[in-house]
């Protein structure tokens, strides 16, 4: 169906229906506008909930590792002070060494100290003046319950210095149980703050430690009134009360500050130990300023489409208008043919008999690179058909003379610059005023580009259909592999002298099950099923592992465990055809250092597992291309500054400086031709760098082997 413009409308008319289509279009976008805006800032809301909680699990474990360490000085100075006791024999010199080595190790530990029974300080490094804290909740908690524990005090001024603190403190036993004194020491809450301060969450990010017991503030930062000001209030809000009262110990909220009422996307977590409550607060004007920006920008790209829908709604009615006229004018003056097939986006040539080119429209100009002075009296087959061109299909020109008949088909022409294009020619014989055929009359279009997307679309419907028999199978494969294991498992039990079962059968046969096992050994029978079982094993992880990896990805990012996704990268690398025919995978040792302790990162599965198996790829074609002897590929995870960090080492040939350089160039690589496309790399870094806001790095020297690191953000920044 071809489209005309309607010359017969009113003008009114036209404008009425012009002016509804650009309205029309512009409430579009602007609903459209209005989603995306709506769909941004959710994305940066969960994405700061995400972050303030990961921050607080971050936090929740250093400070339960800081009181763990802090713990286990004071339970072995506590031990050797019971050890001398029980010795009858205490030697003032060996403990304060003990306190002073101890203070040396653990720099978290301010202020080792020991009591006697009455709570007068006997031991400290330097030693000070005796000071009693017999009046202290910590000593009368270790003085009247020989089972307490480790024990940790509530927020303190020091005796010493004044400063805020808190105690942690142990029990010291005598030979007989009786209490003998208390060994404590100090955690200034200025330790805290610091460690708060070293995290940059914006200039309004917000940190709190409360008690586990009765939510008294323990530290918080910033301190708006001076350190210590607000230690023990229990001003809460009404969101976090809500979460509490059902039970919740960790989870997100939005709620304003009691020290200056700015609205916060909270994260909170209750220690392991239930000791205390660790609060993480995002300012919502600093996470969504990047969003308002964008919000900003939408508007006036919104304003500006409105103004340039108005600008083009006047263009086209002019056009409209103009060619309404010229219309009008052509049907008077008989030119409406000639305009048309000027203004014909399609090539259009008109042939004499003889093949010389009689008309050549600006479209034939623009298709063929021939100017209309170049073309008007040249013979088409000299100009523009290159020798030992094939017409597919369609009538053969001399055809169009004989029977006086039109077709269409498709040929190779050549241009002004020597390229060869793929074009379809749709002819029509032209008559003149007597009805006798006078020429030809071809419409022509470039349909090379055309050509080359549907045998695109062709080999990705062909490599979407193989894909598709794969999975199937893969599926098929799994239902034989669950028969065989469950007969498998049952034929050991059909043998197995433990089942009444078996033994009832075998003596109303007369069969000794013992002899039959017997000789199941000697001929390694049982062997052989362990093996069989062993495969059924592997094979159904091989497809397992396969179909997990074949989904397709609908790209969007979830929180995942970062070593999960590198134990399913390496099954996957390890029953690649090219690794484990050609590179022998199962000859690399692959060495696991993983932190279990890493918080998830919102990731992309299947990028990320490509990006691994690139990495091992290009470390065993390394290692095996230079002959190492004991091929080794060392993977390491550890949290770093906010990230998580995934190092893969290999101990090949390694590359210089220069190469280094270069090796995430898009089309540069060092294997040989055919070996390698030189994108690897590249797309690996345009995943973690683009996709994931990370980044990829190497290292290497010349003869000691390569280092990639993959760097994820806990926040992942679009």
């Avoid at 006697?116 to 910590?138: F, K, L, T, W």
């Avoid at 219309?327 to 003056?333: E, G, S, T, V």
């Avoid at 994931?692 to 679009?718: A, D, M, N, R, Y």
Wanted: proline share 3%; aromatic share 8%.
């Amino acid at each position: 169906m071809t489209f005309l413009p309607d010359f017969k409308m009113t003008t009114k008319r036209f404008i009425i229906f012009l002016t509804a289509g650009i309205t029309g279009l512009n409430l579009c976008i602007i609903g459209l506008s209005c989603t995306s805006i709506a769909k941004s800032k959710a994305q940066y809301t969960e994405k700061a909930a995400i972050t303030a909680q990961n921050l607080a699990q971050v936090f929740e474990q250093n400070l339960s590792g800081t009181i763990s360490k802090i713990d286990i000085v004071i339970l072995g100075l506590a031990h050797e002070i019971e050890r001398q006791l029980a010795a009858k024999a205490i030697d003032s010199a060996e403990i304060a060494a003990h306190i002073t080595l101890a203070a040396a190790n653990f720099p978290e530990i301010q202020g080792l100290r020991v009591t006697n029974s009455i709570g007068e300080v006997i031991y400290s490094v330097p030693m000070r003046p005796r000071v009693s804290v017999a009046d202290r909740d910590y000593f009368k908690t270790c003085r009247d319950n020989p089972t307490a524990g480790l024990v940790v005090s509530k927020p303190l001024i020091a005796r010493y210095d004044n400063s805020w603190i808190i105690i942690v403190a142990r029990r010291i036993n005598g030979p007989d149980g009786s209490f003998a004194g208390v060994v404590f020491g100090r955690l200034p809450l200025e330790t805290i703050s610091r460690l708060f301060s070293s995290v940059n969450v914006g200039k309004f990010g917000y940190f709190a430690l409360r008690d586990g017991a009765d939510l008294g503030l323990v530290c918080r930062y910033p301190e708006p009134e001076g350190f210590g000001s607000a230690i023990g209030h229990k001003n809460m809000s009404s969101e976090f009360t809500a979460l509490l009262n059902k039970g919740e110990t960790i989870g997100t909220y939005d709620a304003p500050a009691s020290s200056d009422k700015r609205v916060r996307t909270w994260g909170y977590r209750k220690f392991k130990n239930n000791r205390y409550y660790i609060f993480v607060g995002l300012a919502k004007d600093e996470y969504l300023a990047q969003w308002r920006r964008e919000t900003v920008k939408t508007c006036l790209f919104i304003g500006l489409f409105f103004l340039g829908s108005t600008i083009a709604g006047r263009v086209i009615f002019l056009g409209w208008y103009g060619n309404k006229i010229a219309h009008d004018l052509l049907r008077d003056n008989g030119e409406s043919l000639r305009l048309y097939i000027e203004r014909l986006p399609l090539a259009s040539i008109k042939f004499g008999p003889d093949f010389v080119i009689q008309s050549w429209n600006p479209a034939a100009e623009n298709v063929f690179g021939f100017s209309r002075e170049e073309a008007v009296g040249t013979s088409a087959r000299e100009l523009i058909i290159p020798a030992g061109a094939q017409i597919q299909g369609g009538p053969d020109w001399q055809e169009l003379f004989r029977d006086q008949s039109g077709g269409t088909g498709v040929i190779e022409n050549i241009t002004k610059d020597n390229r060869i294009i793929l074009c379809e020619w749709t002819n029509s014989p032209s008559y003149d005023s007597e009805g006798r055929m006078n020429g030809v009359i071809s419409v022509v279009q470039d349909i090379t580009g055309r050509k080359k997307t549907e045998d695109m679309m062709v080999r990705n419907e062909k490599m979407a259909t193989i894909a598709g028999m794969a999975a199937g199978m893969a599926h098929e494969v799994n239902n034989p592999l669950g028969v065989i294991a469950q007969d498998l498992q049952n034929l050991e039990r059909r043998f197995s002298n433990n089942l009444p079962a078996n033994c009832s059968v075998a003596e109303e046969l007369g069969v000794d099950l013992n002899l039959i096992n017997r000789y199941m050994e000697r001929r390694e029978i049982h062997r052989y099923v362990s093996n069989m079982k062993t495969a059924v094993k592997r094979a159904s992880v091989i497809i397992s592992s396969m179909l997990q990896f074949s989904r397709q990805s609908d790209a969007s990012h979830h929180l995942l465990d970062v070593n999960d996704i590198i134990e399913q990268s390496i099954k996957l690398a390890a029953n690649d055809y090219d690794l484990r025919k050609k590179y022998d995978f199962k000859r690399i040792q692959v060495v696991r250092e993983y932190d279990t302790n890493l918080p998830k990162v919102s990731v992309c599965l299947t990028e990320i597992q490509q990006v691994v198996i690139n990495l091992l790829k290009n470390a065993a074609q390394a290692m095996f291309g230079a002959d190492t002897e004991k091929p080794t590929i060392l993977i390491r995870t550890f949290l770093d500054n906010g990230h998580v960090v995934v190092s893969i080492r290999d101990y090949g040939p390694g590359m210089s400086e220069a190469i280094s350089r270069r090796i995430f160039d898009p089309f540069f690589t060092t294997k040989e031709v055919g070996d390698g496309t030189g994108l690897g790399l590249s797309v690996s870094h345009t995943i973690i760098a683009r996709n994931h806001g990370g980044q990829l790095t190497v290292e290497s020297v010349s003869g000691q082997g390569c280092c990639f690191s993959v760097s994820l953000p806990l926040i992942h920044k679009e």
